[in-house]
């Protein structure tokens, strides 16, 4: 089992300590508000070390982020959505600015052309907020990957790659 911690705050709690020595090799990657990557017994909770490999992988950052949305109220539908729909491609054919989201997150209305994989077509207006950092992805005239439900087409999710900058800014880090 992976869990994380991060140099400002834990991201996961776990009420253990942990003493040990880092190579010099792997000093960078313990710098203030780093995501450092643990490895926790599936045994025992308490017992966790240094995953020194390097980088935590897009997939263990995904989850981290997905918690953390649920936390600040994505709702559990969309998360669902995001897990089982079925993905597509659409093209951003407008975009209009609904207000400030908190820190650098920003509220944007979509109008979207999504593309089945069938080929069929349907056109849908969502509202999201996104991190000031996605902007330049999901401009007019961008084509962006996305998760609709089956039962619903017009309920989605953008299927976009999550930052390790992103997380730590959704966690409150800051460097």
């Known amino acids: ?20 020595i880092i190579p010099l090799t792997s000093m960078a990657q313990f710098q ?12 025992d909770k308490l017992k966790v070390g240094l995953d020194l490999k390097g980088q935590v992988s ?18 559990p539908e969309l998360m669902e959505i995001a897990k ?3 993905q597509a491609y659409a093209k951003v054919l407008d975009v209009t600015p609904m207000g400030e989201a908190g820190s650098n997150k920003i509220k944007l209305q979509f109008t979207l052309s999504v593309t089945k994989n069938n080929g069929d077509t349907f056109n849908v207006t969502t509202q999201k907020v996104v991190f000031s950092s996605q902007l330049s992805k999901l401009q007019q005239g961008s084509i962006i990957e996305v998760i609709y439900s089956p039962q619903d087409p017009s309920k989605l999710v953008f299927k976009t ?14 460097r």
Do not use: H
């Open 84 to 86: 089982t729909g079925k």
């Open 58 to 75: 897009q997939t263990d950052l995904q989850a981290l982020m997905n918690e953390q949305m649920v936390k600040q109220g994505v709702s």
């Open 1 to 20: 089992m992976k869990g994380f911690l991060s140099m400002i705050g834990v991201l996961m709690v776990f009420g253990t300590a942990l003493t040990t």
């Open 161 to 174: 790659q999550v930052s390790e900058a992103e997380v730590q800014q959704a966690f409150g880090s800051s």
């Open 32 to 43: 203030p508000g780093s995501i450092i990557p643990l490895v926790v017994s599936e045994k």
